[in-house]
């Protein structure tokens, strides 16, 4: 396929744009463009997404959206989708890859200070290799937060974790090799 499908947006559902804007770009540092008063912002979180050679690919970047429940659009209504209101049920999951000058502590402090509710923290999936930790924003919706750990890599052909990850000892762990 010369032009596969791809995900390029993935919206947020608030109630309150405004302060779910300034939770975004307080907690991971993310410019946050506000497009419709009241109705939605787009973030564009990591840049472009990178070729082998380093260039910028085809593919561009993952926008993210924040849209008013109130209000969902696009819809040909002008009241926009059903249903309007939040959900406390199951709503977007997000996985983040903290960035090099960023850490996992950092930023669940900052999410917790701004309403947050964290889920879990320090913990290592051995299936991706990846240190995680997780919270619900203040609208319903959970961020996933994931880093490399020292010591190992994935070989990205097989799948498998090639060396032995330095983690500390209170963290705990699920799937690794007994």
Known sequence: MSNPNRLVFVDFPTDDIEASAK????VFGWEVERRIPDLFCRIVPGGYFK???DSDSEIQNLHMGIFNVENARPHPEENGAEPRVLSSGRTTRAWILVGDDDSQERIL???ERLGAK???KDHYWHEFNGLNSSFIDPWGNQINLWSKPEGAIEDYDTHKVIGEPKLPSHWTQEGAPG
């Not at 939770?23 to 307080?26: G, P």
């Open 23 to 26: 939770f975004y770009e307080e």
């Open 51 to 53: 070729n082998p050679d």
């Open 109 to 111: 402090e900052a999410a």
């Open 118 to 120: 964290i889920l879990w």
